[in-house]
């Protein structure tokens, strides 16, 4: 467990599982010499899978007392930690109270601010490689092949006011289980825009998966959410899959075996396929928290900056 040890330095946590293995902490030193705050260190907090709600509240408690402690970057205890630890913040923005997680830990005038950042941060990646007008011009799908907070966020974005008129003729989910799936559907029918299909596919075999793919229109987005190919190997189809023509296959993970993305890439000449990894995703993630750590804009030229030196760093 975390040593709680008053910070002497700015310090941003990471809150994971094994967070000394990312490559995030070889990185984020240089970060900090090119956003001009060299001082400023990473630390890593880590706590096992569905901890006690104890264990949670005494980190953000920490993190809210300490003076030079200026926040967290959460993974994997987002949803967990939102539960135990709500009631501990002055400001929860509209994400967060939406989702009922949180990735992102910061102060503001004297205030504990908890964000959800994976809608902005997976809006971002998505600009990056789908063309603007892509659904207007297009008229395909939106599948997305599991049903946690990434892929959650993913339709959430997608639905947002601003996209009248370029929204997905169907955002189609599947998820190998129910309780997500059911989690996804309560949120997505409250932003609901008008002319959106939903559509929600239990899978809990691979082959099923192929069987909604062959569904989905060409000039789609087929995206793999569950988190097969990094942490565990394997992917959601099976090698036997077909993706539609004239598609953009996006890989979330930007690290591990990726069998999703080269399953992809097996078949895009044939398919004529856009293949996107999750580095841009990866990239973006971080960004955005540290950027509402540490009160510094990050885009532009800063953006692409810490790109290039994190890729430095990439296996």
Known sequence: ??????????????????????????????????????????????????????????????????????????????????????????????????????????????????????????????NDFVPKNWWKDHGGDFYVIGAGGSAISMGAFLMREEFAGNYPGRIICSNRSQPRLTEMEKIFSKLKPEGVELQYHLCPEYEQNDAVLKTIKPYSVIVNATGLGKDRPGSPLTDACEFPENSLVWEINYRGERRFMYQALEQKEAKNLHVEDGWRYFIYGWTQVISEVFHIPIEGELLDKLDDIASGFRK
């Not at 709680?4 to 330095?9: C, D, G, L, N, S």
């Not at 990312?22 to 880590?46: L, R, T, Y």
């Open 1 to 126: 467990m975390f040593n709680f040890e008053k910070a002497t330095q700015p310090t941003i946590y990471f809150i994971g599982v094994t967070t000394g293995s990312s490559s995030i902490m070889k990185v984020f030193p240089e970060w900090a010499k090119a956003m001009g705050i060299p001082d400023a260190v990473i630390k890593g907090i880590d706590i096992e899978i569905h901890a006690e709600p104890e264990v949670y509240r005494k980190v953000v408690d920490f993190i809210k007392h300490d003076e030079l402690s200026y926040g967290a970057l959460v993974t994997t205890h987002k949803l967990d930690l939102y539960k135990a630890c709500s009631d501990m913040f002055e400001y929860l923005d509209p994400y967060a109270l939406m989702f009922g997680e949180l990735s992102s830990i910061s102060k503001k005038d004297g205030k504990l601010c908890g964000h959800a950042k994976d809608p902005i941060s997976s809006g971002y990646a998505l």
